[in-house]
T-cell receptor
């Protein structure tokens, strides 16, 4: 089974500062996708950003960017200009190109401090 | 466009009972996947359906089953409930299969007493 590792159980960041959430993965597949989701206390998983393994550019979506280092098998999420509403759990997920089975990391709890 | 909807949102059952959870995907989405989320095990894949066919199944006992209808709506059933089945059950839909972004519903919180 694929292994997705998020080593930061909890992170704190000052409002308006940038923060990086780490994610590493272990796979021998050549074609795969990496996703980040946000889960507020309400429970719903909110899609943030996607990176394909063959994408040469790092993905960006508004204040979210994905620092993709294929050789290191890492896909870190960078949130710029943190807002209080960014406080939530953040999950990294991996998917092969042949199915929709996502493998999730254990998540990072982010707290934004005013 | 309406998002993924799940019913019911909350459920309390007792051990030994069975439960059926429902998921309506985003309009036009043909793939539905189910996940179980618990504090101890995290997010675990249950099943994946596409065009009424189960494509993948996670490592769960046979008490967990599901199906998908011709309108892409999906149901999952858990029979002979155990205390450990208490969890948040999340449904996700996507247009197709293969690295497709999955959009999640609000989940069903199941408590087994």
């Amino acid at each position: 089974a694929q292994k997705i590792t998020q080593t930061q159980p909890g992170m704190f960041v000052q409002e308006k500062e940038a923060v990086t959430l780490d994610c590493t993965y272990d796979t021998s597949d050549q074609s795969y996708g990496l996703f980040w989701y946000k889960q507020p206390s309400s429970g719903e998983m909110i899609f943030l950003i996607y990176q394909g393994s063959y994408d040469e550019q790092n993905a960006t979506e508004g204040r979210y960017s994905l620092n993709f280092q294929k050789a290191r098998k890492s896909a870190n999420l960078v949130i710029s200009a943190s807002q209080l509403g960014d406080s939530a759990m953040y999950f990294c997920a991996w998917a092969t190109n042949t199915g929709n089975q996502f493998y999730f990391g254990t998540g990072t709890s982010l707290t934004v401090i005013p | 466009k309406a998002g993924v909807t799940q019913t019911p949102r909350y459920l309390i059952k007792t051990r030994g009972q069975q439960v059926t959870l429902s998921c309506s995907p985003i309009s036009g989405h043909r793939s539905v996947s189910w996940y179980q989320q618990t504090p101890g095990q995290g997010l675990q894949f249950l099943f994946e359906y596409f065009s009424e066919t189960q494509r993948n199944k996670g490592n769960f006992p046979g008490r967990f089953s599901g199906r998908q209808f011709s309108n892409s709506r999906s149901e999952m059933n858990v029979s002979t409930l155990e205390l450990g089945d208490s969890a948040l059950y999340l449904c996700a839909s996507s247009l197709s299969v293969g690295q497709e972004t999955q959009y999640f519903g609000p989940g069903t919180r199941l408590l087994v007493l």
